[in-house]
């Protein structure tokens, strides 16, 4: 099967690949709609399989990218997902070949993406990306890795911004959501899921949303479609901890939940 790229003009009636069918995240994914339209002008690209699947790559000028990293004349990666039935067939080569035959054709040093050290939700595969050339270039104590596939020598090398490189939020109270509409789930699932969930718990909660590459780049966290913090400490990527039949789970070992007295 073929791929194709949106664009502003086709993607009102093209899918996103993710929540298409999810009454519940429509609000979502017309956002999520709206943030793309806006960074294809910042020369962002979204490449899908020509199919009814979850098989597509997002990436562009890491001078643009929605994460706190700076790495001068690189392409980011964003999103990267080949799922389901359509595993095995070779997309996920073909789709990063495809960025990385763009950003030498037009002069880029490399190629960078965020992951964690271990598998996070909603990141990147670290060990698939290392098995394609990729190296680790910078970390956080959070558990986050720099990965950059580098086309040479390059003067500036990639780095996270300092304002992520502490691993902890600057609201040291409760639970602390950043979240953007990168992702068609955040917005339900924040503003809905994740408020009940607290309340339940009488967990005090503030919720962050990045609406500016601007906001994005100076973030405490890499993982700007969705972090969940705890009294200031990274808990996780996972946006399943805003459900209710979830959260204790992930939250589990991070620390001992402890409701408001009074």
């Known amino acids: ?50 199919a009814r699947a979850k098989v597509f790559i ?34 996920g080569r073909a789709l990063l070949q495809a ?30 990306l290392l098995g394609q050339g990729f190296e680790v270039v910078d970390t956080t104590p959070a558990g986050f890795s720099l990965l950059s596939l580098s086309f040479g020598e390059t003067r500036h090398q990639p780095r996270f911004n300092e304002s992520a490189r502490s691993g902890e939020c600057p609201h040291k109270k409760g639970l602390v959501a950043y979240y953007s509409h990168r992702c068609p789930y ?20 503030t919720t962050i949303k990045l609406e500016t590459a601007e906001q994005a780049q100076s973030s405490p966290t890499p993982a700007t479609i969705f972090t969940l913090f705890m009294d200031g400490k990274f808990v996780t990527t996972d946006l399943s901890v805003c459900m209710d039949g979830r959260f204790d789970r992930i939250v589990q070992g991070k620390r001992r939940l402890v409701p408001r007295s009074g």
């Open 1 to 50: 099967m073929a791929y194709i790229s949106l664009n502003p003009e086709s993607i009102e009636s093209e899918h996103i690949c993710c929540a298409f069918s999810d009454k519940k995240c429509a609000e979502g994914y017309a956002l999520k709609k709206e943030w793309l339209v806006r960074e294809l002008g910042n020369g962002y690209v979204f490449r899908r399989l020509g």
């Open 58 to 91: 997002e990436y562009g000028p890491a001078e643009n990218a929605w994460a706190p990293v700076t790495a001068l004349e690189h392409t980011m990666l964003g999103c990267f997902w080949v799922s389901g039935q359509h595993k095995g067939q070779g997309h």
């Open 186 to 205: 955040t917005e339900y699932h924040v503003g809905s899921s994740l408020v009940e969930t607290a309340q339940k718990r009488e967990l005090p909660l």
């Open 99 to 128: 960025v990385v035959d763009e950003a030498r054709g037009t002069g880029k040093h490399g190629i960078v993406a965020v992951t964690g050290t271990k598998k996070y939700h909603f990141m990147s595969d670290a060990r698939w």
